[in-house]
C-alpha cells in the first residue's frame, strides 16, 4: 500500500510529522485496529503518515520527524531500514512482546542500539516478570502498553450463563507453538463432561475440542454463536496478550488464560497453570460448577476493566507521552553468552523466515496487480 498523509495539521509546539509503520487496514481485529486506531487519535496533534509494515521503502526525515512503528522480521523493510537514518527527532519502536521464546523478539534487539524507547504491547506477566528474563537488559528503554479494543465492535452478548455442569468452553484462535494447543487437549480430556469446541484454523487439529472452523464474529450468525459459551480457554506458552481476551470479556464471556498468556493477577481473568493438566481441569471443573452470582460479578468486572484500562484513548495517550518524552535511556550491559543467545535466535527463527516469505509473496502480488491495472488502462476501450 502506498504511504497516505493525513490532512491534519500539528500542534504548536509538537512534532510536525509522525510516520506511523503499522498495519492499519478496515478489520476491527488486530494488528490492523492497532495501527488504524491510533492513528486517528494522533492525527489530533500531528500530521501522521501511514507506512504498512511490510513496505520495502526508506523514509528520509526532514526536521522533527518522529519514526513510530513494528519492525518487520525481514530486515529490508521500511522501519527496519529508516531507523537507521539521522534526523529523526524520536525513533520508537512499538510491537508485542514476551521473553519466553527469543525466536520472536530477538531480530528486534539491534534495532533498539537506535530506538530512544521500546513501547511493548503486551500483558502484565510478561513486564512484571521482565527484571529477571532473558530480555532485562533491555528493561530501560522500555515502556507497558497495555493492547485495547473498541467495545463497540464487539458488544456484550451475554446477558445469563448456562447451568452449572452444562457450561461450555470455546478456544478462538490458530494452531502456531506458542499458542500451545495440545495443552487444550490434555485439559479437555480430563474433563469428559464439559463441551470444548474450536473456532478459528491451523495445521493440526486439536483433539478433544469440536472444530467450527472460521466465523465472522461481526455477522448476526456469528454472534449468536459465540454467545452460546461461557467461557473462552486459552493456553499460550509464549504470547504477549491475545486479543481474544478483551474480546471475550466485551462480550460477556469469562476468559481463562494461562498466566504465559500475559494476564496473571486478575480475579475476573481466571488462570490455569501451565503444564498441569490436572490443576488446570479443577480449575475449569470449579467454574463450570460456580454460582452464576459469581461469574456475572466477573462479568461486570471484566466490562469495567475494558472501559477503565484497555481503551484505545488510554493506548493513544502513553503513545503521545512517548513522542512528546526526550527520555532515551541506554541498554544495560548483556554478557557474551546472552549476546549469542540472541544472535543464534535471531538467525533460527522460524517465525523471521517465514515473515521474509510472507513480504516476498505480498510483493510479488503487488506487482502482478500493478501490471494488470496497467495493461487494463492502456488497452483501447472495447465498443
Avoid at 34 to 46: P, S, V
Avoid at 171 to 181: I, L, Q
Avoid at 221 to 233: Q, V, Y
Wanted: proline share 7%.
Amino acid at each position: 500500500m502506498t504511504s497516505q498523509a493525513s490532512s491534519a495539521g500539528s500542534a504548536t509546539g509538537t512534532p510536525t510529522r509522525v510516520h506511523l509503520i503499522y498495519p492499519h487496514g478496515d478489520h476491527i481485529s488486530t494488528p490492523d485496529a492497532i495501527g488504524r486506531q491510533l492513528g486517528q487519535r494522533l492525527e489530533a496533534r500531528y500530521e501522521v503518515v501511514y507506512h504498512d509494515w511490510s513496505d520495502r521503502d526508506v523514509i528520509p526525515p526532514d526536521p522533527g520527524d518522529i519514526l513510530l512503528g513494528h519492525p518487520h522480521p525481514d530486515p529490508n523493510t521500511v522501519f527496519r531500514r529508516s531507523i537507521q537514518l539521522e534526523g529523526w527527532r524520536r525513533r520508537i519502536m512499538m510491537a508485542p512482546f514476551n521473553h519466553a521464546d527469543l525466536r520472536q523478539v530477538a531480530f528486534a534487539g539491534p534495532l533498539l542500539l537506535n530506538c530512544d524507547l521500546f513501547l511493548a504491547i503486551t500483558g502484565p506477566y510478561w513486564f512484571g516478570t521482565l527484571a529477571d528474563s532473558r530480555c532485562s537488559h533491555w528493561r530501560p528503554k522500555m515502556i507497558h502498553l497495555d493492547l485495547a479494543i473498541d467495545r463497540n465492535d464487539y458488544p456484550p452478548l451475554k446477558a445469563s450463563f448456562g447451568s452449572p455442569g452444562k457450561r461450555q468452553v470455546v478456544y478462538v484462535g490458530h494452531t502456531y507453538g506458542y499458542k500451545n494447543t495440545p495443552y487444550l487437549s490434555q485439559i479437555a480430556a480430563r474433563v469428559p463432561e464439559v463441551e470444548f469446541t474450536w473456532i478459528g484454523s491451523g495445521t493440526r487439529e486439536i483433539r478433544g475440542l469440536t472444530a467450527l472452523g472460521q466465523v465472522d464474529f461481526a455477522s448476526l450468525a456469528g454472534k449468536a454463536l459465540i454467545a452460546e459459551f461461557d467461557f473462552l480457554l486459552t493456553v499460550g506458552k509464549a504470547d504477549a496478550n491475545p486479543t481474544t481476551i478483551l474480546e471475550a470479556m466485551a462480550w460477556g464471556l469469562i476468559p481463562v488464560c494461562t498466566p504465559t498468556s500475559g494476564y496473571q493477577g486478575i480475579p475476573s481473568i481466571p488462570n490455569v497453570p501451565l503444564g498441569d493438566a490436572a490443576t488446570a481441569a479443577a480449575v475449569v471443573r470449579g467454574l463450570v460448577s460456580a454460582d452464576e452470582s459469581e461469574l456475572l460479578e466477573m462479568q461486570t468486572n471484566n466490562w469495567r476493566l475494558l472501559d477503565e484500562r484497555y481503551t484505545w484513548d488510554r493506548f493513544a495517550a502513553q503513545v503521545v507521552a512517548a513522542i512528546e518524552s526526550t527520555d532515551s535511556p541506554s541498554l544495560l550491559p548483556a554478557s557474551l553468552g546472552r549476546r549469542l543467545e540472541f544472535a543464534f535466535c535471531e538467525r533460527t527463527a522460524p517465525y523471521g523466515r517465514a515473515g521474509r516469505l510472507v513480504a516476498k509473496a505480498d510483493r510479488r502480488w503487488r506487482r502482478l496487480r500493478s501490471a494488470a491495472v496497467a495493461r487494463i488502462a492502456g488497452s483501447p476501450r472495447q465498443k
